[in-house]
């Protein structure tokens, strides 16, 4: 591919990256709140600008990603986040620092992903979920660090078995994996530490 | 762009954007795992380690431009760390500064949380010496972390019972060890223990960066934060006997000033700038000096 084929990443590195920054720090000290995140990226589809602004912010040659099946499809996604961040792209998700998945309908068993270990629970993967909507006031209750009481969310779309599988992911605390909702303009996260008590 | 390349000659709040990337990932683990120490690749700062290099680093990596940063050295912020620090940033991120607690977005703060309360929009940075609480009772790395992921915190209540056993009383006044969300052991940081309550269900987020000790730590807002202690000795805070000399308030952290060489001594406010906008708000203490009473101030009357 023609390197004059690849779109542009931040227009302001340091700023836009530090902005983003701050917005998914602020989501994961809030589980389930939904932040607005915009973003002037243009990544090739089909990822999407807000996972885009998340992986150019964090990741660099230091870190290992994996990629979704469709994902994977398209190269230039892979060609322009290899670009832009210098990042490894892996195949095996049990070694991702961060994994990248547009279609969550076909998210692999999360325990295919990095779990930590108990001396080191952070060597674990963050999952970047592309989701259409977050709506804070459906879905499953959430409590737990971060959260004044409770507090709602319900990505879509999701596969059935997620929130089976995100209860067990909890139910591993210290170890498991962390997850950043990217729906358009706007992102949750979803940290190991949140409890799902109810709903579905 | 605010800035020109003839005014800066390095990056935006001093460090290089790799690793402020790495800081980042680093704090975003220590948010998902409460009170988890997260090694992280500290870098050599322009001061020594013990000056707060860890808390920097924090603050240079969540830092934006638009931010307005508070920076306390023992509740003050004019003493030289605060000073030298807020200085540091206000020359390489040119971002604004401030001495009032509800003014600020990010405050770094060198044992001490400040008394006015937070807010859910500000983030407080630590200042760490030595992150890992056990590390007086266990010298070794490998012992200590093997302790925390099997949860064996045995070792620091023996600690505490032997405070009891000798003094008759828990005698542990600063870095009280807590538990954060049930789980982690975590070293506050030598604040008082006067200030662990606050750290509980705080609407901050509270980020612990150690720089000589390369780690990252967190306390996500909202989160149970418990002191040790025991049933029969339950965790207490300090109580002072009189209210501040200067603004007379009570019910905050004071510190402790000797007057003179005859045991005259003063006690004030430790937070200052809690201190100054109370005098502002026409409060006045014992030793205030106010020029329209004239109250004998040249005596610290103590036993």
């Known amino acids: 591919m023609a390197v004059a084929a690849i779109a542009p990443g931040f227009a302001d590195p340091v700023f836009d990256a530090q902005k983003a920054f701050r917005t998914v720090m602020d989501a994961m000290a809030h589980p389930g709140r939904v932040h607005e995140l915009q973003t002037a990226l243009a990544p090739p589809a089909p990822l999407s600008p807000v996972a885009a602004a998340v992986l150019l912010t964090l990741a660099d040659f230091e870190t290992t990603l994996w990629l979704g099946e469709t994902l994977t499809k398209t190269p230039a996604v892979a060609d322009w986040l290899r670009f832009h961040t210098g990042t490894v792209l892996t195949e095996d998700p049990g070694e991702a620092t961060f994994a990248a998945i547009a279609d969550p309908m076909r998210l692999p068993p999360l325990g295919a992903f990095a779990q930590g270990t108990l001396d080191y629970p952070d060597r674990s993967t963050t999952l970047i979920l592309q989701v259409e909507t977050l709506d804070p006031s459906a879905g499953p209750t959430l409590e737990g660090p971060g959260i004044d009481g409770t507090a709602r969310l319900l990505p879509a779309p999701l596969a059935e078995t997620f929130w089976l599988e995100a209860r067990r992911n909890a139910d591993l605390f210290p170890r498991g994996v962390d997850f950043l909702l990217a729906a358009p303009g706007k992102i949750a996260a979803l940290p190991r530490s949140t409890r799902i008590v109810e709903g579905d | 762009m605010t800035a020109t390349s003839e005014t800066w000659s390095y990056n935006f709040a001093y460090l290089d954007e790799q690793t402020k990337r790495m800081i980042r990932r680093a704090i975003l683990k220590a948010i998902a795992i409460p009170g988890y120490q997260v090694p992280f690749a500290s870098r050599e700062m322009p001061m020594p380690y013990g000056w707060g290099t860890g808390g920097v680093q924090v603050t240079a990596s969540i830092l934006g431009p638009d931010d307005v940063l508070k920076v306390i050295d023992q509740g003050s912020d004019d003493t030289t760390n605060a000073v030298a620090i807020r200085g540091f940033f206000e020359k390489t991120a040119g971002v604004a500064t401030t001495t009032a607690t509800e003014e ?3 405050i770094q703060t060198r044992h001490r949380i400040p008394e006015t309360p937070l807010s859910e929009t500000q983030v407080l940075v630590y ?62 940081s030598p604040t008082p223990k006067f200030d662990n309550p ?38 207490a805070v300090q ?29 004030v406010c430790s937070d200052t700038n809690h201190c100054e906008e109370r005098r502002a708000a026409g409060h006045r203490g014992r030793l205030s000096g106010d020029p329209t009473k004239t109250e004998d101030a040249s005596q610290g009357e103590r036993p």
């Open chain 2, 239 to 267: 109580t002072f006997e009189e209210p501040c000399a200067l603004c007379a308030a009570e019910g905050v952290f004071l510190d402790e000033v000797v007057l003179d060489d005859r045991g005259g001594r003063m006690f």
């Open chain 2, 127 to 188: 200042q760490v010496p030595i992150p890992e609480p056990m590390r007086y009772l266990e010298p070794r790395e490998a012992e200590t972390r093997k302790m925390h992921a099997l949860q064996e915190y045995g070792l620091m209540h023996v600690k505490l019972y032997e405070d009891i056993a000798r003094h008759g009383h828990i005698a542990t006044t600063y870095a009280y060890p807590v538990k954060v969300s049930g789980r982690y052991v975590m070293d506050p």
């Open chain 2, 104 to 106: 600020a977005s990010v």
């Open chain 2, 198 to 235: 606050k750290m509980d269900n705080s609407p901050a987020l509270q980020l612990f960066g150690a720089g000589r000790e390369k780690r990252i730590y967190a306390v996500p807002p909202f989160t149970q934060v418990t002191s040790l202690d025991f049933e029969d000795h339950p965790f």
